[in-house]
């Protein structure tokens, strides 16, 4: 049972413009929310972060949003560039869970010319 | 340079021939974890360890043992592979086994192929 969803595989994007990557979940436990980027041949890394308390967190051009009742969250990246081309993964934490990590499945971002 | 460190890279090996990928960390960090990623199903966790001597199992613990006798060390013993064993693994680490502020830092992968 995927219990953290992104339901697109992948999106491409003109540089400059907006990327949305989206992510949905279905444990209502879970209480803090990131987003791990992941370039070929390297593991992920941590680009933000979001506390279910919050529903926006901004860091630079890279801006998460939660929907507590849909279950939903969203990062936004504006502008867009080349070098945001990656693979981003959703993940969410329960507290009663010892810290474990439950990630999606990933969307890759193509930030094209 | 604080890091995750992963061997080997990439590993090709047969059925039943057992193996070990090693995983450190230089940071002091307390939690570590080990993920697998395979495609459409991103990462699963298949073991963690909150300090030392105390591991327990993950998602997908099924054909793996790990150890943890040192802080900095994590290995993941496959002792008999399999091919359905074929994957992407990931080692992580974090400060601390607190939920909440868990921002894991991954090595750089070890890919492996069980023929």
């Known amino acids: 049972d995927q219990q953290v969803k992104q339901n697109s595989p992948s999106l491409s994007v003109q540089e400059g413009r907006i990327s949305i990557l989206n992510c949905d979940y279905t444990n209502s436990m879970f209480d803090y929310f990131l987003w791990y980027k992941k370039y070929p041949a390297e593991g992920p890394t941590f680009l933000i972060s979001i506390s279910s308390i919050k529903d926006k967190n901004e860091d630079g051009r890279f801006t998460v949003f939660l929907n507590k009742s849909a279950k939903h969250l969203s990062l936004h990246i504006v502008p867009s560039q080349p070098g945001d081309s990656a693979v981003y993964f959703c993940?969410?934490?329960?507290?009663?869970?010892?810290?474990?990590?439950?990630f999606g499945t990933g969307t890759r971002l193509q930030v094209t010319l | 340079e604080a890091q995750v460190t992963q061997n080997p890279r990439y590993l090709i090996t047969v059925t039943g021939k057992k193996l070990t990928v090693t995983c450190s960390q230089n940071m002091n960090h307390e939690y570590m974890s080990w993920y697998r990623q395979d495609p459409g199903l991103g990462l699963r966790q298949i073991y963690y360890?909150?300090?030392?001597?105390?591991?327990d199992k993950g998602d997908v613990p099924e054909g793996y043992k790990v150890s943890r006798k040192e802080k900095r060390n994590f290995p993941l013993i496959l002792e008999s592979p399999s091919p359905n064993q074929t994957s992407l693994y990931f080692c992580?680490?974090?400060?601390?086994?607190?939920?909440?502020?868990?921002?894991?830092?991954f090595g750089a992968g070890s890919r492996l192929t069980v023929l």
């Open positions: 993940a969410a934490s329960d507290p009663g869970t010892a810290s474990k990590l439950t």
């Open positions: 992580a680490s974090s400060l601390s086994a607190e939920s909440g502020a868990n921002v894991l830092t």
């Open positions: 360890s909150m300090n030392v001597e105390v591991t």
